[in-house]
Structures are given as C-alpha cells and as structure tokens.
C-alpha cells in the first residue's frame, strides 16, 4: 500500500480566511496612511507660513517696515494713462501689488525678484516695448497676458502654495494660499486711505480719517505699517492667514457671492444674505450656479494671483471664524467683502502671528454674535485705543492696536 502524500497549498476555505484577513488589515493601514500623508502636508504648510513670517521680519530689518499691501507704482495725473493692464511700455501698476512681491527675495525667489524689479521684454527681441520695473497691474487678465505676457505674475511660487490644496491651472494664473490680515472691519479695506476714484489715486482728509479708524489689521492697504504700530503685541496679533483656492465646484469658502441688494458696510449679521445661497444638501457649497449673485469673471476666485492686492486674492478678513462663506459687497463688487481663513486641512486653518509662529486655529474658536455684529468696527472718537472687537477673541487677534489683553492660550 503507497503511503499517503502531504497536502500542498490551502483549502478554499482556508485561502478565503486569509483574503478576508488581509483585507481587513488593509481597510485599518489606509486611514492610517492617509492621516500620516496629510499630518504630513499639514506641517509643510505651516513651514511655508514661517518663511514668509521670517520674510516678513527680514524686510523689516531691512527697510523699517513691513511690505506694503497694494502698494507700487502709478501715474499720479491719471490712473488710467497709459492703461496699467494693456499698454505695455511706460505703463505702471495702479498700486495694486500685494504684499508678497516685496517678499519674493526674502523667500528664495531672488531670479524672480529680478525680473519684477527691473523693466522686462515680454517677446525676448531686444526691441521695444519692455515693461517697466515693478511690472504692470497685476489685474491684468488672462486676455491681456496672451498679447505680452508678464511671466513674473503668471509664476506659480511654491513657497505660497500648501500641499493639501489640489488647485492648479486655468483660469488662475499664480496662485497663493497665504493671505495678509486686513483687521476686524471691511471698510476701506480695498483702498486704505488713497482714493481709487475716476483714473486717479489721491489722498483725501476724509478718507485718511476713515481708514485710520477702520482699518485695525496688521496691514493697511496702501500705507506704511512698522511693527511699533502693532501696540497690542506681535505674538497677540495675526499677521496673514491661510486661503483656500477656488477648484471651480461653487464651495462657498472659495467663490465670491454679492450680497444682493445689501451694503455690508450697513448690514447686521453681515452673510445672513449671502447664506440663503448655500445648498441645504451641501452646506459647504452654493446652490446651482445659475442662480447664484456671483462675479462672473472666472479670474474673480480666491487665491488665483498672488501678486494682486485686492482683497479677494490676497487678504483675510478677522470677522467670521475660518472656513466660513466669503460674502462680497454689492454695491461695489469683488472689491471688498467678509473674506475669512480658510482651508484643506480638517477643522481650522493656519495663522501667521506677527512674530513669526504659526498657530493651527480651529473653527470653533469663539467669534463673538455671528447674527449681530457687523463687520464694520470704527474707533472711539477722542479715545486713546479703539473699540473692542465685537468678535470676541477671534477678532481680537484681528486688530493691532486697540488695547485688548488676550488672556491665556488659544
């Protein structure tokens, strides 16, 4: 009688156990993997946020201030003439820089430095025309640049984009994550205390008065700021913060909807009309496209130029607490609006402070009466500081020099 052989392999049942097993240990390792991935992209972010701030601490260093938000080069007469968007040569740029093209040789872009701050020949020829040093406006729209493209501001810089964000491509041209902290109050955020009206830029008594009472943040638009102006304290103050960029899906954090028939400046419950556009079924999301009151320029998106100085692009509103609506003026559209943080990451966005840390801030910090406040905050006449932010400790972060005391960690 043959002895009987030793089985080789596994029953059907046994090889199923084991498929069964190993999928299982996989459904575990994949979450893992993911949040290990995006703890990951998590920190490079906030790396990239503490080059800017150490930029920002160098070009103090350097010049004894901080780099001006739409700040620049103009035609003082008009404007207008010649065309800051169009006309090529002896053109200017409206002052309507951000405040990161200042900060280009402070972050390792010193080639692109170069080509900013030097007049630049757009076809390469040697003839005219050039553009002149600091560039044309970066206003400029995808159209303009197909004539005589200015590569500097269509330049992606990866210094101000986070690894969480997927945007890329057209309509945007470069994009930026990092935006300047403009305060607690959108008025006057857009011009500061130089008018923008009929072609020409001026001050104006009346103007310079508002903005000084208006505008609280760590920067002011169109004007000089030094840290001896952030009296409530570096570290207690918000220097910029962390934007989402528009992926052209209608998210309510990235695309710009008017508030119709509203002055935000004169609203309480500043997005109460801005938020009858979300979709009930997707809080996070306008409703259908086509019944939204939206900028229609698909350029008009958050974070799609870095080098434009208009709050839409490039500047945070410390008003509603991170990733909530973006919520834009209609009686003076896409120029300014409530524009808060936001962001890829889960929970919160990050904060630049004015030394240089970066905190992690969570959606849920306190923000004061959403239904009530308005995002318009003055100074007391006659007062030595200002009015208390009626944002609570979100908004007192905002301002920098109104004396409140920001008690404990946050």
Known sequence: ???????????????????????????????????????ARRMSCSNNFKQLGLGVHNYHSAFKQIPMQSGGTTNANNANTPSPESDVAGGHNRFRLSWLVGLTPYIEQQALWEQISNPLDPDGDSNAPFFQSMGPSPARSLTDHTANPYQPWLTNIPTLRCPSDPGVGLPAQGRTNYAASLGDSLHHSHYGHIRDDDGLLENSSNWERNAGAACRGFFRSRSVRRFADITDGLSNTFCAGEIATDLGDSDARTRPVQAVGQNLLNNAGFTQDCNGYLDPERPQFWVDATALATLTDAEDRRGYKWAYGRPLFTAVMICSPPNKVICMGADDPGEYGVLPPSSRHQGGCHMLMGDGAVKFITESIEAGSQETARCIVFNRAGAGHGDDSPFGLWGSLGTASVGEVIDGEF
């Open 1 to 39: 009688m043959k002895p009987l052989k030793s089985r080789i392999g596994f029953t059907l049942v046994e090889l199923l156990v084991v498929i069964a097993i190993i999928g299982v240990l996989v459904g575990l390792l994949l979450p893992a993997v993911q949040a290990a991935r995006e703890a």
